[in-house]
């Protein structure tokens, strides 16, 4: 893989999926483009399958995502085998892909760390999910890849290393020319003259609406304006003085106000939210908070799942608000599941309760709204039910999810979690630090619980559904 001049490497690598807290991820495929910055063309390639040190890793959940399962992988080389090879490819250059800042960047710094060799250091960084996020917007839906080359008509993403690499720079290429567009033909290119594809008549009045509404909803995975303006072409402090990547490419750079970071520390504040949030602080009053509706007020003929302004992310509304609703006394039946952690390597902390029948009523109506309107939107994805038969019983249980944030150094729960006596006094717990075991201790199987929660509607690698996310959750003493 000679370089012929480039400076531009679009990679991406597949893993496992961690089963359990503080596993780490093994890189099961390496993909690699050079990039020619002057004509945007590819110039050379390289991939390679990767055995894990423990094939026993690769668990079915990991071979959903990307297809790769032990028998695949095998007889493939390790990664110490193509180690060298690797670094070669990404040494000096400039990297480029689709979130790799947060994935791909730790996965190669962490693979050759286990083997005890330095990793390759870029010369510069383009991570095109922030990059799009910021210029060319929502309106693929989301940002996910899949969802942005389906938008282009370049077919499916085929969750395979040079696969997405080459994917990734076609998508690259025709947001770039959509934007060049709209600023040479602005009249032409004017909201008035758009709708987006997929929407229909039952969403219109919507559409129309919402543009009038511009700060009712933060969409769940956009970068906020501050974090975005700190950014994406990233200039490393080990890899020397910077110099000009090419004509074509510093021009493109310069168009899509690309700014130059001066150091990685820089580059771990890029972050984005998972959740749609009311633009309405929550309140106490007498039932807890304000906003959220005790599941019997629920009309269920007031509950629509439109899009979100100019994208296809779908939301649940009751009256033109997020749905947010509250229900008291249901029993806890797994106490707090840690096993699963994000790409921050956080824990994704979640606990199952019993769902009261009225409850039942209303999420079973969500399920069958939210799921039509997935399918209208021409997602592919399998819908996975919001409710949970508890084995051969007739009882019903829900999982509530508990989000942690950064703060600072650490990571808090931003869900409030209350304790409250059996004379109805409720006390706030305060946690010094981030400890499922902790909270194992406070979410008992068999106790109750009372929750107060938003209703996020998820698409992500081919499952979709309703995410229940725990905002407020009281655990009542007996």
């Known amino acids: 893989m000679e370089a012929n001049g480039a400076e531009i490497v679009f990679f991406d690598v597949e893993t496992t999926v961690p089963s359990r807290s503080g596993e780490r991820f093994a890189l099961l495929e390496f993909g690699a483009i050079l990039v020619c910055p002057r004509r945007l063309v590819e110039v050379g390639c390289y991939s390679t399958l990767i055995r894990p ?3 026993a890793a690769i668990s079915s959940v990991s ?6 399962g032990p028998d695949v992988v095998s007889t493939a080389p390790t990664f110490h085998d193509v180690a060298d090879r690797v670094f070669d490819v990404l040494n000096g250059r400039v990297w480029a892909g689709h979130n790799i800042i947060r994935f791909d960047c730790p996965r190669i710094r962490e693979a050759f760390e286990e ?3 330095a990793a390759p250091e870029p010369k510069g960084i383009i991570d095109t999910l922030p990059l799009l996020t910021q210029k060319f917007g929502r309106r693929a839906g989301d940002m996910k890849m899949a969802s942005m080359a389906t938008y282009f008509g370049l077919g499916q993403q085929k969750h395979r290393s040079l696969d997405d690499v080459r994917m990734n720079l076609e998508v690259l290429k025709c947001c770039a020319a959509v934007l060049f567009l709209e600023v040479s033909l602005p009249d032409v290119f004017s909201l008035d003259n758009l ?3 997929g929407i229909t008549s039952r969403t219109a009045t919507y559409w129309n609406a919402s543009h009038s509404q511009q700060n009712l909803y933060s969409p769940s995975d956009e970068f906020n304006d501050q974090q975005i303006n700190r950014h994406i072409l990233n200039t490393s402090d080990q890899a020397g003085p910077s110099t000009p990547v090419c004509e074509d490419l510093s021009n493109m750079a310069v168009k899509m106000n690309i700014d130059l970071l001066q150091s990685d520390t820089q580059l771990a504040q890029i972050t984005s939210d998972c ?7 929550p309140t106490e009053n007498s039932h807890g908070y304000a906003g959220f509706l005790e599941v019997d007020q629920v009309l269920p003929n007031k509950i629509r799942a439109p899009t979100v302004q100019s994208s296809r992310k779908i939301v649940l509304l009751y009256r033109e608000c ?3 609703l509250f229900c008291m006394g249901m029993m806890i039946h797994f106490g707090v599941n840690s096993i699963f952690i994000d790409y921050a390597g956080r824990p994704k902390l979640s606990i199952v309760v019993g769902a009261p029948e009225n409850l039942c009523k209303v999420l079973d109506i969500c399920d069958q709204i939210a799921q039509v309107a997935s399918q209208n939107s021409g997602s592919n994805s399998e819908w996975r039910p919001v409710l949970k038969r508890l084995g051969h019983s007739n009882t019903f249980t829900i999982r509530l999810h508990i989000p942690t944030v950064a703060n600072g150094d650490g990571t808090i729960y931003s869900t409030e979690i209350y304790h409250k006596d059996p004379s109805g006094n409720m006390q706030k717990l305060v946690f010094s630090r981030l400890d499922a075991s902790e909270l194992e201790t406070i979410f008992v199987p068999g106790t109750t619980v009372d929750a107060y929660f938003n209703t996020d509607i998820y698409d992500f690698q081919q499952n979709a559904g309703i995410k229940l996310v725990a905002r407020r959750l009281v655990v009542v003493s007996k």
Request: aromatic share 0%; glycine share 8%.
């Open 63 to 68: 071979i959903r995502c990307n297809g790769i």
């Open 322 to 324: 997020p749905l947010q």
């Open 115 to 117: 083997i005890g060799l």
């Open 195 to 197: 709708v987006p594809n």
């Open 53 to 55: 040190a423990d094939l």
């Open 275 to 281: 959740d749609i949030i009311s633009t309405s602080v």
